[in-house]
């Protein structure tokens, strides 16, 4: 069973604070890592995409990826009320173009003034 | 503007009836998918196709039927088989390649039991 875990949260963070999101994943093979925010009764939007271990920066988000610990992480810098959602990490655990992403539960983040 | 149109955005279903879920996309991409996210929970993979006339099924299948008899449709029958049928269903698109390609997501439809 191919699993991706994540703290459901919510995890709370005064504004202008660094939330950092964690997620860790099963199969060792997976390819591709992806965040997406869900703001409650909304269709997921996509992040932040990670293929490589290491650090991606897009703007105010970074993703970190370390496949040997089976971890992926966003952090969001200079967090904004309007960041306040749900956050879902996904993994892709097969290649060849198969897009069966694997979701976790979410994780709530609460970003207060 | 391209994207992907579910309808309708509320269904209510009563027992033993068949609903369809309608899904459209004027994005071009070959494969398309039908997720189902229960609250507080992710979302699990029902059904995906990665060529028209051609669909696999995902982890949750049972109860569920879908058809591709072209590129810009695909949609998802809930049927009387299916016993907990409310949740929140997503369809979403995206292109074939070598790396996953990022999905697009419709609105999404809350199905309700009357």
């Known amino acids: 069973q191919k699993e991706v875990e994540q703290n459901s949260g919510p995890l709370s963070v005064p504004e202008g604070a660094i939330a950092s999101l964690n997620c860790t994943y099963s199969?060792?093979?997976?390819?591709?890592f992806f965040w997406y925010r869900q703001y409650s009764g909304k269709s997921p939007e996509l992040i932040m995409s990670?293929?490589?271990?290491g650090d991606k920066e897009d703007g105010r988000f970074t993703a970190q990826l370390n496949k040997a610990s089976q971890y992926v992480s966003l952090l969001i810098r200079d967090s904004q009320p309007s960041d306040s959602a749900t956050y879902l990490c996904?993994?892709?655990?097969?290649?060849?173009?198969?897009?069966?992403?694997?979701f976790g539960a979410g994780t709530r983040l609460a970003v207060h003034p | 503007d391209g994207g992907i149109t579910q309808s309708p955005k509320y269904l209510f279903r009563k027992e033993g009836q068949n609903v369809t879920l309608s899904c459209e996309q004027n994005?071009?991409?070959?494969?398309m998918y039908w997720y189902r996210q229960d609250p507080g929970q992710g979302l699990r993979l029902i059904y995906y196709?990665?060529?028209?006339?051609?669909?696999q099924k995902g982890d949750i299948a049972e109860g569920y039927s879908v058809s591709r008899e072209k590129k810009e449709s695909f949609p998802l029958t809930v049927t009387s088989a299916q016993k907990n049928p409310t949740a929140f269903y997503l369809c979403?698109?995206?292109?074939?390649?070598?790396?996953?390609?990022?999905?697009?997501f419709g609105s999404g439809t809350q199905l309700s039991v009357l």
């Open positions: 979403a698109s995206s292109r074939t390649g070598p790396l996953t390609e990022k999905l697009f």
């Open positions: 199969d060792r093979g997976s390819q591709s």
């Open positions: 990670i293929y490589s271990n």
């Open positions: 996904a993994v892709n655990p097969f290649s060849g173009g198969y897009n069966k992403l694997i």
């Open positions: 994005l071009n991409h070959d494969a």
């Open positions: 196709s990665q060529i028209v006339n051609d669909f």
